[in-house]
């Protein structure tokens, strides 16, 4: 993106002993303003600046992802004659896991039982994220089947005949969660 290689980033100056702290001050007013601890804060380098994990760009950034996502998943829809065996679903902003199962071509790929049950082994072993602690301490029994069945995906394309569906998912470093995959993988066995 624009700011990459042009720009001295607090990484860097900190390393030649022009700036103090590599920390970026962005991330630390935010953790203020949630009354969280500023330690470990990520160091200003480009990848830390081009991320969404940057409030400086997290807008911009997850605008590109979108459309960028948009137009692939578009095209890959658009070449899909009507014999062809993958059926790209459309996806909505309503669209989760939960709303997804309740329609029959997810249904007959399998249960909203057997699914939940699969997800579950797969939930308990992904972290429970900052910022979704106070949540998870509220009821952490459901916490994890609620996840789950929260997750919204950025694609889904159906093999009709082998009832298998894949997760199509568009990723950037700040929001990859292995967890999908293995749960596709599971479903698909
Ligand atoms: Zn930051």
Redesign the pocket.
Known sequence: MAMTGNTPTASFLTKIGKMQSAG?????I?REARGESTDG??A?THG??NSA????METTVTAAHHSIWRRLYDSMHATQKPKRKLKFVTLDKESNMSTLWRREEFLRICSKEDLAEKAQDIEVTIPVKKCQEARYNLDPESFFGNRFWGRRLDGVAIHKALQIGYILEFQRSTDRDEGFLEVKKAEAN
């Open positions: 970026c001050r962005l991330c630390r935010a804060l990520a200003v830390h600046i994990g940057w409030k400086g």
